[in-house]
């Protein structure tokens, strides 16, 4: 599975991420955080990448939409404040729930049209 992670979330979790060997990137590396909603979602349909947001409600209306126009996503994956506070004091946890999910999930489009919950 590669992942992308939204500009929700602190930038130290693709480095720790991809220092276990596990492809990811941040919106913050790869200067996304000024794309749409939309942008960031074709892209990371485009490159096979699942994407680790915190804006549900957004991204379940382009779910939505893409399916009515037959639009496959590559996976979303949402947390809530409540229980996955996005604070650095969270990294290791983040780390720890994500490398899990990725090496369950290990083919790069694994989750293609799938929403999750972390």
């Not at 991809?18 to 990811?24: E, I, M, P, Y």
């Not at 990448?49 to 939505?64: C, E, G, K, P, Y």
């Amino acid at each position: 599975m590669r992942l992308a992670l939204d500009h929700h979330y602190p930038a130290t979790i693709a480095p720790a991420l991809r220092a276990n060997g596990l492809d990811a990137v941040s919106a913050h590396e790869q200067g996304w955080d000024r794309l749409t909603d939309t942008e960031l979602l074709r892209y990371c349909a485009n490159n096979k990448r699942a994407l680790l947001t915190n804006n549900v409600a957004d991204f379940m209306v382009l779910t939505r939409e893409w399916q009515l126009d037959r639009e496959r996503h590559s996976g979303l994956i949402f947390s809530s404040d409540r229980q996955w506070p996005r604070t650095k004091d969270m990294t290791g946890q983040f780390v720890n729930a994500l490398m899990k999910l990725m090496e369950t999930h290990h083919d790069d489009d694994s989750l293609s049209g799938t929403i999750l919950w972390l």
